[in-house]
Structures are given as structure tokens and as C-alpha cells.
């Protein structure tokens, strides 16, 4: 009740009808201007790093040096459709995994020095 008085008392001392003057989309355009700076700083780049990892798990072959989500470091002995054989030691001990349990591919130092090595 008190802010009803107080605002007829603002709007009367400011010369103006006592309803507001802006329409509903001059309301909204901040709210819009927020959603879409949301949709350009955070979703969009969600969606292009989660669109590249579907491609490297597409990817994968033997041989290839991967992380699971567990962390647990291993080279691919073989691929199959929803899951791999992983060996993750010098002892010839191999897992199965699913391939959706990747995390990423370990970029094998040594691969790269030869490839630049033969380039030259």
C-alpha cells in the first residue's frame, strides 16, 4: 500500500500520467541483450567443444595414446564400435572400456619431432 502511494507521488511530481510510458519490448530488450550474450560466451563454445570431442572419438583408431575420464593413460589395441581395448601397461595389461569414457588423445611428443624431422 505504501508503495502505491509513493508512486503516484513520484509520478505526480513528475508532471507525468501515473502509468509508465515504455512499451513491452523497450522492457525486454535487456533481458534479450543478456540471453544473447549468454548464448555467444557460454553455449555456443559448449557446443563446438563438445562437436569436436564426438569427432575425436570418431576418430580413434589403433595405436592412438588416450586419457579416459578416470585418468588412466593407455594405447589402443583395438576399436570397436562402442568400445576399445586399451593396454595401460608395459606388461601387456589391456582393459575394455566404452569409447564414450575417452577424455581426450595424448599428443605423443616424439610422433610430432619425426613428422617435423621428415618435413624438413
Same mark, same amino acid.
Given at each position: !500500500?505504501?508503495?502505491?502511494?509513493?508512486?503516484?507521488?513520484?509520478?505526480?511530481?513528475? %508532471?507525468?500520467?501515473?502509468?509508465?510510458? +515504455?512499451?513491452?519490448?523497450?522492457? !525486454?530488450?535487456?533481458?534479450?541483450? =543478456?540471453?544473447? =550474450?549468454?548464448?555467444?560466451?557460454? @553455449?555456443?563454445? *559448449?557446443?563446438?567443444?563438445?562437436?569436436?570431442? *564426438?569427432?575425436?572419438?570418431?576418430?580413434?583408431? &589403433?595405436? /592412438?595414446?588416450?586419457?579416459?575420464?578416470?585418468? $588412466?593413460? %593407455?594405447? $589402443?589395441?583395438?576399436?570397436?564400435? /562402442?568400445?576399445? =581395448?586399451?593396454?595401460?601397461?608395459?606388461?601387456?595389461?589391456? $582393459?575394455? @572400456?566404452?569409447?564414450?569414457? @575417452?577424455? %581426450?588423445? $595424448?599428443?605423443?611428443?616424439? &610422433?610430432?619431432?619425426?613428422?617435423? +624431422?621428415?618435413?624438413?
Amino acid at each position: !500500500m505504501l508503495l502505491l502511494v509513493l508512486n503516484n507521488l513520484v509520478w505526480a511530481n513528475s %508532471g507525468q500520467n501515473a502509468s509508465p510510458g +515504455g512499451s513491452f519490448m523497450v522492457t !525486454m530488450l535487456p533481458f534479450l541483450v =543478456i540471453v544473447l =550474450i549468454f548464448y555467444f560466451l557460454l @553455449i555456443r563454445p *559448449q557446443q563446438k567443444k563438445e562437436r569436436e570431442h *564426438q569427432e575425436t572419438l570418431k576418430s580413434l583408431k &589403433k595405436g /592412438d595414446n588416450v586419457l579416459t575420464t578416470g585418468g $588412466i593413460y %593407455g594405447e $589402443i589395441m583395438e576399436v570397436f564400435e /562402442d568400445s576399445l =581395448i586399451v593396454k595401460v601397461a608395459p606388461a601387456e595389461i589391456k $582393459i575394455k @572400456i566404452a569409447r564414450n569414457a @575417452i577424455a %581426450g588423445l $595424448i599428443k605423443d611428443k616424439q &610422433k610430432e619431432e619425426k613428422k617435423k +624431422g621428415s618435413k624438413n
